[in-house]
C-alpha cells in the first residue's frame, strides 16, 4: 500500500535485515559475497550482490550481527578502502539496517587477500557507550516535551509517542515524496509538529480540560488517540520500514576505538543545543518563569493574572515540535516506521519517571540513563531483552528515591 505517494525507497526487504549497495565511484558492483551470522558465529545467511549492487540479507529478530565481506569475489583492481571487511552491526526492531562498504581502485596489482578484523571487549563497550548517549539524547527530545506537558497538566499522555512518528513521517514525506533536502524537511516537520501539539491542546485537550474532565478520564482518552493515530499512520504509510533520501549510509569517521557517522555527530550536536536552549528558556525567561508558575500552583499563577490556557497551549507547541525533532533523528537512525513512537514511548516513559516527573534536566538526565542501560545491557543479555535492563535501572532507582533523581519530594496529606 502506497497512499498519498509515500513509495517505497527501495525494493529490500521488510521487517529486521541488514542491507547496503557496492559501488565503486558512480558504477555497482556485482558479484560480491557478502555473509551475515548472529554474535555466536552462528551462520544467518548469505548472498551476492546483484547487477544494481544492492544486497539484502533478513535477520530472524532485532540484535547485535556480524557482517563479513568476502575480498577475494571483489572484481579485479577493486578493493575496500578503509580494510574493514567485517563489521558488528546493530538491529534495531523493525528496522532495516544500512551497511557501508566503502570500495575503491586498488592501489596496485596482484593477489588479494582478505583481512581479518576483531572487535574486542573493549571497542565494543565503547560502541556501546556511544550509542546509548546518541539513543538518550533522541529520547531526551521526546521526553522533555512529555515532561513538560504532564509538568503544566498532570497529564499522563500515551498519545505522545505518536507525535514522535508524526515528525519522522513527516520529514519522509517532505524529503522522499516532494523531494526537498533533508535538512528543509527536517525543519518544516518540526515547525509542523508544533502546531500539530498547538491545534490538539486548541480543537482537543483544552476543550476537555474546559470542561473539567478529569486526569484519569483524559489519560484513557489519550491511550484512544494514540490508536488511531498508529492505525492511520499504517492506513497511509503500510507496515513497512522505509530510509530518507539523503545520509542513509556514510563512512564512519575514527574516534579512538569506535567509528562513527558524521550525521550521527551532526545529530548530537543538534540535540545537545535544543535541550540545553529549551531548558535555559524555562529558567530564566518570563514565559518560562510563567510556565512554572502554572506547573506549581495553576489557581495561584491565574490569580496572578497569567493566562493558563495560553501557556498549556504554549507547552503543547513546544513538546510537539520537540517530539518530531526526536522522530525526524531516529528516522535517521533507524529508519522509519509507522509504530516506532510507540516503541520508543516506554522507554521516554520511564526516562520522564526516572529523571523526576515535570522536570526538564530531570527528563535529559533520566533519558542519557536509560539509553545507556538499553545498550549496554546487550553485554550480558539478548538483544531483543534490551529493554528490560532500563526498566530494571528504572525499579532500582524508584524503589530508594521515589522522587526520580532530580525531582522534588512531595508531602502527600
Known amino acids: 500500500m502506497t497512499s498519498l505517494g509515500l513509495g517505497a525507497t527501495s525494493a529490500l526487504a521488510d521487517g529486521e535485515s541488514l542491507q547496503g549497495t557496492l559501488v565503486n565511484g558512480s558504477q555497482p558492483v556485482a558479484g560480491v559475497v557478502i555473509k551475515v551470522s548472529d554474535e555466536s558465529g552462528g551462520p544467518i545467511g548469505q548472498v551476492t550482490s ?10 530472524k529478530s532485532a540484535g547485535t550481527y556480524k557482517v563479513d565481506l568476502d575480498t577475494t569475489t571483489l572484481p579485479q583492481g577493486v578493493t575496500l578502502t578503509n580494510n574493514r571487511p567485517s563489521l558488528t552491526l546493530t538491529v534495531f526492531e523493525g528496522a532495516a539496517r544500512n551497511v557501508l562498504f566503502p570500495l575503491g581502485a586498488a592501489a596496485g596489482t596482484g593477489e588479494k587477500k582478505p583481512q581479518v578484523a ?16 546518541h539513543l538518550g539524547l533522541i529520547i531526551a527530545l521526546a521526553a522533555l516535551g512529555l515532561s513538560l506537558i504532564f509538568g503544566t497538566m498532570g497529564l499522563t499522555n500515551f498519545a ?9 513521517l513527516g520529514c519522509f514525506l517532505l524529503n522522499v515524496t516532494i523531494g526537498l533536502p533533508l535538512v528543509v ?5 518540526v515547525v509542523l509538529g508544533g502546531a500539530v501539539g498547538w491545534f490538539q491542546d486548541k480543537i482537543f485537550w483544552g ?20 490508536l488511531v493515530f498508529r492505525y492511520l499512520y499504517l492506513y497511509l504509510f503500510s507496515g513497512d520500514t522505509r530510509q530518507y533520501a539523503e545520509y542513509v549510509a556514510q563512512p564512519g569517521i575514527d574516534l579512538g576505538p569506535i567509528a562513527v557517522a558524521p550525521k550521527n555527530l551532526v545529530m548530537d550536536v543538534v540535540a545537545i543545543v535544543v535541550l540545553i536552549l529549551v531548558s535555559l528558556a524555562l529558567t530564566m525567561t518570563r514565559l518560562g518563569k510563567a510556565t512554572r508558575a502554572v506547573s506549581t500552583n495553576p489557581s495561584l499563577a491565574a490569580a496572578s493574572g497569567i493566562s493558563v490556557d495560553a501557556i498549556i497551549r504554549l507547552v ?3 513538546g510537539g515540535a520537540l517530539a518530531a525533532l526526536s522522530g525526524v533523528m531516529l528516522g535517521l537512525f533507524q529508519g522509519v516506521n509507522y509504530q516506532m513512537g510507540f516503541q520508543i514511548l516506554l522507554l521516554v516513559f520511564a526516562a520522564v519517571t526516572l529523571g523526576g516527573l515535570g522536570t526538564a534536566f530531570g527528563a535529559l538526565v533520566g533519558s542519557l540513563v536509560i539509553g545507556l542501560a538499553t545498550q549496554l545491557s546487550t553485554l550480558w543479555i539478548p538483544t531483543e531483552l534490551k529493554n528490560v535492563g532500563a526498566l530494571v535501572v528504572l525499579i532500582v532507582i524508584i524503589l530508594f528515591r521515589p522522587q526520580g533523581i532530580l525531582g522534588r519530594r512531595e508531602r502527600i496529606g
Open 185 to 189: 524537511s527536517a525543519i518544516l516537520a
Open 118 to 133: 576483531g572487535t574486542s571487549t573493549f571497542d565494543r563497550v565503547s560502541g556501546l557507550v556511544y550509542t546509548g548517549i
Open 316 to 318: 503543547w507547541t513546544i
Open 207 to 226: 476543550w476537555l480540560r474546559n470542561r473539567r474532565t478529569g486526569l484519569i478520564g483524559m489519560m484513557i482518552i489519550s491511550i484512544g488517540v494514540a
Open 50 to 59: 546483484g547487477a544494481d549492487g544492492k544486497w539484502s540479507v533478513p535477520v
Open 160 to 168: 505522545h509517542g505518536e507525535l514522535v512518528t508524526f515528525g519522522a
